[in-house]
């Protein structure tokens, strides 16, 4: 549930029975002259005032000197005026008694350091007259209920609906409600961000999560101020309605675009992604993939499983979607007898005979809605596809197409083809409601541009029924329903383990790290690494530090051999590739041989060797931008980067989210009986990953960790190696 | 070049001077009807009969009754007829001289057993006779040049233009035709190719290569006849215009869907796609990447390089244009001083300052041209794109929309907006003319959509500017240009490399290939598979097969200790799982302990032990379904599932072409120096690859190798393990 507070925020931005408009103009060019022709064009049925110290009125519009003259506290202040007036204006806002602005207003946190400056004093003052406000630097907002307020830099004329849109990029948002617009679906709010300094995306999906009014949620995201929280609110608004996102700013260009955009820091991408799935949140590649992602959501209750029945009016669609079928992990199961009987009597004898049913250039288009209803009906297939909708229309509309061979039995012809379709349509909107399975009706492009008196695509849409362009698109709106349905399933399922760590151990632990802070060391050296995870009582080596080669020889003799030697240094990044190792040492001799070497490199440490494993692993902890403590699994050894065979998740990890990293990998396969060998010991290894992600909570000033390698058997696990890096001053500090 | 027999059918196909139209009805909903109907409307203007032998005329259209009875020997017969009725008719159009003919009948090889038989005795009877056609079971052709003809099953009004259309499905070729249509891209041939029983891909591809009216080719492919012969007319034709294909059927569902539809075999998605691309051919994903490479291509040169300079009229387009950029490896450099300095003076004090330029809502829009300009002068950027393009004019329009606020001054203000988009498309032309640089216009859809008395981007495409819907796509159009030249680059430095065979070892060899098939063996054993690999001089490890203990002690001493003991057998496939294998055996009591052990399960070999290898590669020859013997290379050793890091290339393959299979694999960064030690002998592999490929030329029965391991050292390679498997009988007799 959002702060009382924020559901008066919510209140007050997207229901304002009142708005002041601050910075009002006709003179063309300016932003307030256009946002203003918008709110106009919207036809907001509230309390407009205009304010404008210098003339009588706008558009018409009687204007008032300032808010002082207004006779009640407006809901909304929208202002739109030079950033150097912005501070003083907001003041006069808050005296007023309002409780929530946009400031369209630029030249803030995006543009320099003295705009920062300015933009954090403006979020101070409002925070402390307990104003919230979306921007600075926003296109503007828009909503439907119970007034429309169409308050936008850039043109649109939403239609009242159920999908919520937050845009970190204003024009992007605009884009996209006009796109959704022409697929029949209407928006409920929609919120270009800006600077996100007083409200960010995290409060829009808290807010929405609660909107009755809102069923869907598409965001544009490019960075968030906050990643623990923003991945909390995406998780408690997925939980009640679907949120699809789309990302900007994914490689090192697009996130240095971004700075410069929007003073958003972009996290890294891979980890952005799987955080916001595990989470909850859909995630689109392109504005493309957003619209029918959100239209999916929009025309489809849950699918049942992923099993589909595609009908094709050409069997070059049906040859694609079946790709696309395949490659989105959705199952295309055989025609089952009493639907190959039914479509065997009816279609010409050279049918497809399998999924997708092609109708073969049939001639007799009536068999087109009994093959349908058969898909419909059989519980062979719990979603539909059909691909060449609209087609049949398509051609015949080109029959009436004046031409050289234009005349009025080719218009009947055209007329027929037409009637059919629309027929056609009704039959399907009669089927999906009487059937309720998800169906995704496919319109080559060209069908759907083709202008009717009423286009039949647009047509279906205004029945609520989306109409994809390309049978991928179609196969991927279903893979997103099918994403959801397993995470609110699995989404029941999380538990957490308790870390029970050794309590002595750990105090001496904590006390290592804090010495080392204290001595400004920004690493541990492998044995002190150690001490932590051994806290934590996680498996590592038999091991002692040595200053001396009899030293060394009497902690190997103590250890009991085989032994390792390893130069013990924390500023020795690979140390086998300085010859820092000596690995397998079986006799005293052997000992005092390699020490006398690697003693002249610093001290040396004693490890007993552990038994050969068949995998090599890495664990990790990363600090992310966005989310900070991340935990990393992969394959480890030394050519770790060369496969980049990892998975990343903020920390702390459950144990059903340690399962999904390991299978997220190819060490999974490794993991798994292989080749004649039993299986390792997984059970171990979710139990050391979930273990190491919770480290950052009683180690704070742990930045990063390197386990590599850990060691996997049958029975158990070993920490090879492992090496932390701890957090600077400033890091600690905050 | 073509023969001169499909020189004479490019001629008869496409610049028919008359056509015999079989079939010919006015009976609706027959396809004779329909077709007839687009060729009317199409306005063929060269010389038409319909044949009809039970009526005296169809559409007012004088019929005659048989080929007789025409009076000329038409250049073309266009039958549309039952199936059975087919091969007669061919009779009759072969006894009339007639040399093409496009056969829409279907019910063939698609069908059924018996109407593959039919099939077959069409091409039988047609090439005997001298005719060659397209089909059967096609949807029909498209000529532009000299006459227009549209006979097609599906409506479509292509302009004439330059672009060649092949396609394996004919609805995929209609609606991608038409909707090059919508981009004023207009079509010199377009070609169903339906079962590709007389003419099949490769034969269009040879042709058009030719056709000096055909600039750029197009071809959606589900599976091709003869692989070899397609490879090598796809490098024919992209030797002298850009072939860009789409390819159905990747999938196993898509493969089983494609065979179905058109009676072809899809070899694997992969291996095609590699095979295209080294032939020169340019692959899409979908129709959309396919209709914004056909763009790319046709309205802009090669580009010199991959520098891109990028305006944007928006900051999230800008995110998403620099995200899209890093993916296809195009280079946003820096902006230049001299650039950096004009851009100052003009734009508003927050500018991005950066590659992409944001010129950030500006609201003087004198300024964008300006810009516009500086990218296209700048030698900074060898490309340049515009993301926001209809933009104004969308706004504009907006202005102009009816409703609350409508009146004078806002139709002046949307005039205003929408006279300066087009004033900026004159300037775009100018600049496009006067620089010669490929330039990449985005549009969002809605601005694209926006329809005016003429649509901005619609009349940019009329000025063969091509314009994307998204950043992504004009990334994607650039790097596709991008991948030609660099083709076109390397196609020139292809070199070959001589095998030269030890000639006495490969006659033995010969023999013993010989004799295992008439033994009617599948596999050879390790020992007499690394005889083959010897005999092309390649590196084999020193080995000998022993029957009993004390051969297996003579041999071992023999060859020198350490050796390896493994069972000899041609049927066991992984010898280590079953613990057929001992290693590193250094006495001759060792080998007497484990060859009186793996004695048991048959003969053992005796083999020197190979030094380690830092790594362990794969060196393969599969069969591919669609080009046969094909080179496979990647990881090795155990894990090589696992991993399935391999790159495959029809067998032989040049050794610039065995670099770029090395580069496709992470190996090649093994291969490198690595942490220190230095780079492994690539030459010598490069060496192996190319003479491996070579084999199935001196051994055609052989039908697979693997190499597996291969050692790589500083100097030279070793291949430790080897098996191949023999065609059976039938593949041998073919």
């Given at each position: 549930?959002?702060?009382?507070?924020l559901k008066?925020?919510?209140?007050?931005?997207f229901?304002?029975?009142?708005?002041?408009?601050?910075?009002?103009t006709d003179?063309?060019?300016?932003w307030?002259?256009?946002?203003l022709?918008?709110?106009?064009?919207?036809?907001?049925?509230?309390?407009?005032y205009?304010?404008?110290?210098?003339?009588?009125?706008?558009?018409?519009?009687?204007?008032?000197?300032?808010?002082?003259?207004?006779?009640?506290?407006?809901?909304?202040?929208?202002?739109?005026?030079?950033?150097?007036?912005?501070?003083?204006?907001?003041?006069?806002?808050?005296?007023?008694?309002?409780r929530?602005?946009?400031?369209?207003?630029?030249?803030?946190a995006?543009?320099?350091?003295?705009?920062?400056?300015?933009?954090?004093?403006?979020?101070?003052?409002?925070?402390?007259?307990?104003?919230?406000?979306v921007g600075p630097?926003?296109m503007?907002i828009v909503?439907?209920?119970p007034?429309?307020?169409?308050?936008?830099?850039?043109?649109?004329?939403?239609?009242?609906g159920r999908?919520?849109?937050?845009?970190?990029?204003?024009?992007?948002?605009?884009?996209?409600?006009?796109r959704?617009e022409?697929?029949?679906?209407?928006?409920?709010?929609?919120?270009?961000?800006?600077?996100?300094a007083s409200?960010?995306?995290?409060?829009?999906?808290?807010?929405l999560?609660?909107?009755?009014?809102?069923?869907i949620?598409?965001?544009?995201?490019?960075g968030?101020?906050?990643?623990?929280?923003?991945?909390?609110?995406?998780?408690?608004?997925?939980?009640?309605?679907?949120?699809?996102?789309?990302?900007?700013?994914?490689?090192?260009?697009?996130a240095?675009?971004?700075?410069?955009?929007?003073?958003?820091v972009?996290?890294?991408h891979?980890?952005?992604?799987a955080?916001?799935?595990?989470?909850?949140?859909i995630?689109?590649?392109s504005m493309?993939?957003?619209?029918?992602?959100?239209?999916a959501?929009?025309?489809?209750?849950?699918?049942?499983?992923?099993?589909?029945g595609?009908?094709?009016?050409?069997?070059?669609?049906g040859?694609?979607?079946?790709?696309?079928?395949?490659?989105?992990g959705?199952?295309?199961?055989?025609?089952?007898?009493?639907?190959?009987?039914?479509l065997?009597?009816?279609?010409?004898?050279?049918?497809?005979?399998?999924n997708?049913?092609?109708t073969v250039?049939?001639?007799?288009?009536?068999?087109?809605?009994?093959?349908?209803?058969?898909?419909?009906?059989?519980?062979?297939?719990?979603?539909?596809?059909?691909?060449?909708?609209?087609?049949?229309?398509?051609?015949?509309?080109r029959?009436?197409?004046?031409?050289?061979?234009?005349?009025?039995?080719?218009?009947?012809?055209g007329?027929?083809?037409?009637?059919?379709?629309?027929?056609?349509?009704d039959?399907i909107?009669e089927?999906?409601?009487?059937?309720?399975?998800?169906?995704?009706p496919?319109a080559?492009?060209v069908?759907?541009?083709e202008?009717?008196?009423?286009?039949?695509?647009?047509?279906?849409?205004?029945?609520?029924?989306?109409?994809?362009?390309?049978?991928?698109?179609?196969?991927?709106?279903l893979?997103?329903?099918?994403?959801?349905?397993?995470?609110?399933k699995?989404?029941?399922?999380?538990?957490t383990?308790?870390?029970?760590?050794?309590?002595?151990?750990?105090?001496?632990?904590?006390?290592?790290?804090?010495?080392?802070?204290?001595?400004?060391?920004?690493q541990?050296?492998?044995?002190?690494?150690?001490?932590l995870?051994?806290?934590?009582?996680?498996?590592?080596?038999?091991?002692?530090?040595?200053a001396?080669?009899?030293?060394?020889?009497?902690?190997?003799r103590?250890?009991?051999?085989p032994?390792?030697?390893?130069?013990?240094?924390?500023?020795?990044?690979?140390?086998?590739?300085?010859?820092?190792?000596?690995?397998?040492?079986?006799?005293?001799?052997e000992?005092?041989?390699?020490?006398?070497?690697l003693?002249?490199?610093?001290?040396?440490?004693?490890?007993?060797m552990?038994?050969?494993?068949?995998?090599?692993?890495?664990?990790?902890l990363?600090?992310?931008?966005?989310?900070?403590?991340a935990?990393v699994?992969?394959?480890?050894?030394?050519?770790?980067?060369?496969?980049?065979?990892?998975a990343t998740?903020?920390?702390?990890?459950?144990?059903d989210?340690?399962?999904?990293?390991?299978?997220?990998?190819?060490?999974?396969?490794?993991?798994?009986?292989?080749?004649?060998?039993?299986?390792?010991?997984?059970?171990?290894?979710?139990?050391?990953?979930?273990?190491v992600?919770?480290?950052?909570?009683?180690?704070?000033?742990?930045?990063?960790l390197?386990?590599?390698?850990?060691?996997?058997?049958?029975k158990?696990?070993?920490i090879?190696d492992?090496?932390?890096?701890l957090?600077?001053?400033?890091?600690?500090?905050?």
């Amino acid at each position: 549930m959002p702060s009382d507070h924020l559901k008066l925020t919510f209140t007050k931005l997207f229901e304002p029975q009142s708005v002041a408009f601050i910075g009002a103009t006709d003179t063309p060019g300016k932003w307030g002259f256009t946002i203003l022709h918008h709110i106009f064009q919207g036809g907001y049925q509230g309390r407009l005032y205009l304010v404008n110290p210098k003339r009588p009125a706008v558009f018409g519009h009687p204007c008032v000197k300032n808010l002082a003259e207004i006779e009640e506290t407006p809901d909304l202040a929208v202002i739109v005026i030079p950033s150097e007036k912005v501070l003083a204006t907001l003041d006069e806002v808050i005296a007023k008694g309002t409780r929530a602005a946009v400031v369209i207003t630029s030249g803030f946190a995006e543009a320099n350091e003295e705009g920062l400056k300015l933009q954090n004093q403006l979020v101070a003052r409002a925070h402390e007259g307990g104003l919230r406000f979306v921007g600075p630097n926003s296109m503007g907002i828009v909503t439907s209920f119970p007034h429309r307020l169409i308050s936008t830099m850039g043109s649109m004329k939403p239609r009242p609906g159920r999908v919520a849109v937050v845009a970190q990029s204003g024009n992007l948002g605009v884009t996209f409600m006009s796109r959704l617009e022409r697929r029949a679906i209407g928006v409920s709010r929609g919120i270009s961000t800006g600077n996100q300094a007083s409200l960010a995306v995290a409060d829009y999906l808290d807010m929405l999560a609660d909107d009755p009014k809102t069923d869907i949620i598409a965001a544009y995201v490019e960075g968030v101020p906050d990643g623990r929280h923003f991945l909390e609110m995406t998780e408690k608004a997925a939980r009640v309605k679907p949120v699809v996102f789309l990302k900007g700013g994914k490689g090192t260009k697009g996130a240095k675009a971004a700075k410069s955009h929007t003073a958003a820091v972009s996290g890294s991408h891979q980890v952005f992604l799987a955080s916001v799935r595990e989470a909850g949140g859909i995630v689109a590649n392109s504005m493309d993939e957003l619209i029918n992602m959100i239209g999916a959501f929009h025309s489809n209750p849950v699918p049942k499983s992923n099993r589909a029945g595609i009908l094709t009016l050409g069997g070059g669609w049906g040859v694609v979607g079946a790709d696309s079928c395949e490659r989105f992990g959705i199952d295309l199961p055989d025609l089952p007898p009493d639907v190959y009987k039914t479509l065997d009597d009816i279609l010409p004898s050279y049918w497809s005979r399998g999924n997708p049913i092609d109708t073969v250039a049939t001639t007799d288009i009536s068999t087109i809605p009994t093959t349908l209803e058969e898909l419909f009906r059989s519980d062979a297939f719990d979603n539909v596809l059909y691909l060449g909708i609209a087609y049949l229309a398509f051609q015949g509309r080109r029959y009436m197409d004046k031409g050289p061979a234009h005349g009025p039995l080719f218009d009947k012809i055209g007329q027929f083809l037409v009637n059919t379709e629309y027929q056609m349509l009704d039959r399907i909107v009669e089927l999906r409601n009487a059937y309720g399975k998800p169906f995704f009706p496919v319109a080559d492009l060209v069908s759907r541009d083709e202008v009717f008196p009423e286009n039949i695509v647009h047509a279906l849409e205004e029945r609520g029924i989306f109409v994809y362009n390309a049978p991928w698109q179609a196969a991927h709106g279903l893979a997103a329903l099918l994403e959801r349905a397993n995470w609110l399933k699995r989404a029941q399922t999380a538990r957490t383990v308790d870390v029970a760590p050794d309590r002595d151990a750990l105090v001496e632990a904590q006390r290592l790290v804090r010495n080392a802070v204290g001595g400004k060391r920004r690493q541990l050296a492998e044995h002190e690494s150690k001490r932590l995870l051994a806290a934590l009582r996680l498996p590592t080596t038999r091991e002692s530090e040595a200053a001396s080669v009899e030293e060394a020889v009497e902690a190997a003799r103590l250890i009991g051999y085989p032994v390792a030697l390893k130069v013990s240094s924390a500023d020795i990044l690979h140390k086998s590739e300085v010859g820092g190792v000596a690995l397998n040492l079986a006799t005293d001799a052997e000992v005092r041989r390699h020490a006398d070497r690697l003693l002249k490199q610093g001290k040396v440490l004693v490890q007993r060797m552990a038994p050969a494993s068949a995998v090599e692993l890495l664990v990790g902890l990363t600090h992310d931008r966005t989310f900070g403590p991340a935990l990393v699994f992969g394959k480890g050894g030394v050519e770790t980067e060369v496969w980049a065979d990892t998975a990343t998740l903020p920390a702390p990890v459950t144990p059903d989210q340690a399962e999904r990293m390991i299978d997220a990998t190819r060490m999974s396969k490794l993991i798994a009986p292989f080749r004649g060998r039993p299986a390792l010991d997984r059970a171990a290894l979710v139990d050391l990953l979930v273990k190491v992600s919770r480290l950052p909570e009683l180690f704070p000033e742990v930045r990063e960790l390197d386990i590599n390698p850990l060691f996997l058997y049958e029975k158990g696990a070993m920490i090879v190696d492992a090496k932390i890096v701890l957090k600077n001053g400033d890091e600690n500090g905050r």
